[in-house]
């Protein structure tokens, strides 16, 4: 009977490599899934063998810092490639009235949302709903998520996320995404916080 091997193993995409060009290429999807969330899986199996008992949720919360740093930074790559889709994706209802009563409307969102990230160069950035169902942005640094919050999407600002398509551009780069954003995962995540 073969042993089957007690390891994390690097989550599929919710979309092919290329799926989000022009906008962002294939080279960098590849430069943040395949080495820089490879290397938190294989940080995570080095440290911890056998833990992967434990879901990534779980380790996040661990009182190693190693592991829980690995272990945050894996599952915020995951929240994060789930939070993009292919294509554009609307809105839904519910969502749409929490961001118009929260920012003023999409539009004001999105320059809420891109002026946030302009002075911030690694971690982690949240459109996410508190316990009173209220809309905000977050930041959390790298290897680490909002407290007392519940995430709807996340953009990453480490370097490697942007740094082959557009380099101290993060700008350039958060308007790239925004075409992609997955308002529907976003609505999902509201209704599993309730």
């Avoid at 920012?103 to 316990?131: K, M, N």
């Avoid at 930041?139 to 380099?167: C, F, K, M, Q, W």
């Avoid at 101290?168 to 308002?183: C, T, V």
Wanted: aromatic share 10%; charged share 25%.
């Amino acid at each position: 009977m073969p042993e089957f091997a007690n390891r994390f193993e690097l989550p599929a995409l919710p979309f092919e490599r290329h799926s989000l060009e022009p906008e962002v290429s294939r080279a960098q999807v590849d430069l943040l899934y395949s080495h820089y969330h490879r290397r938190h899986i294989d940080a995570l199996n080095a440290i911890a063998p056998g833990l992967p008992e434990h879901s990534l949720a779980s380790l996040a919360e661990h009182h190693e810092a190693e592991i829980r740093r690995s272990a945050q930074e894996a599952w915020n790559l995951v929240f994060f490639w789930h939070g993009l889709s292919a294509g554009s994706v609307a809105v839904p209802d519910d969502l749409a009235r929490r961001i118009d009563q929260t920012f003023g409307g999409i539009g004001a969102l999105q320059y809420r949302w891109r002026a946030s990230i302009l002075d911030v160069s690694e971690g982690w950035s949240w459109l996410a709903v508190d316990a009173d169902g209220k809309l905000e942005l977050r930041h959390s640094p790298t290897g680490a998520r909002p407290t007392d919050v519940a995430p709807l999407l996340a953009i990453a600002l480490n370097e490697n996320a942007y740094r082959i398509d557009y380099p101290q551009r993060q700008g350039d780069y958060f308007d790239a995404l925004w075409r992609h954003l997955n308002w529907e995962y976003a609505q999902l995540n509201i209704e599993a916080s309730a």
